[in-house]
């Protein structure tokens, strides 16, 4: 039902930014990036390294990993773990947000774009280990390595079979991820 309402409002068209703010591109030695995925990226890697200072160097951030690994715990030693949960989820909708907005200025938008995006999003996160903000960045510079070089070597559409295919093998390898811990 949802999915034909939001036709009916939205259409199932895909919609596209105009490139008319962000165009031209870097070089990188050889490489080329467009501008936009340049940013984006500049963008992923400050956010990434925000997060990861937020949850290692700060009072808060201690809190919010002690209910995360223990409520009943973290309650004992005083801290409220409905408001470190609702600060968790605040920070997760946040970062999801920039992160539509930073892939809006080069993806075509439509309303399903982000069922494949969550995807790769949890073999991400479940191939750097769960919990573990390195382990996420990590992964996710690994993945669009094997994606790019699977994709000019075997052809895009055989990209995603190669991505989870090695998913699946280092799981099989290292249960908790690359970074993660027992």
Do not use: C
């Amino acid at each position: 039902f949802l999915r034909y309402a939001t036709f009916f409002v939205v259409s199932a068209n895909f919609v596209t930014l105009p490139d008319t703010y962000l165009s031209g591109t870097v070089l990188l030695g050889p490489i080329i990036i467009p501008l936009p995925k340049f940013y984006s990226g500049v963008v992923a890697l400050l956010l990434t390294l925000g997060l990861h200072l937020l949850l290692t160097r700060t009072q808060v951030g201690s809190r919010v990993l002690a209910v995360a690994e223990n409520r009943e715990a973290a309650m004992l030693m005083g801290i409220r773990p409905d408001r470190m949960q609702a600060l968790a989820w605040g920070l997760a909708g946040a970062s999801a947000g920039i992160a539509g907005a930073m892939i809006a200025m080069f993806y075509p938008i439509s309303y399903d774009v982000g069922a494949s995006l969550a995807l790769i999003a949890f073999v991400v996160v479940a191939l750097g280990g769960f919990g573990s903000v390195p382990g996420a960045l990590l992964a996710g510079i690994l993945i669009g390595l094997i994606e790019a070089l699977s994709a000019y070597w075997f052809g895009p559409v055989f990209k995603d079979v190669v991505v989870y295919g090695l998913f699946v093998a280092i799981l099989w390898v290292r249960p908790q991820g690359l970074l993660g811990t027992n």
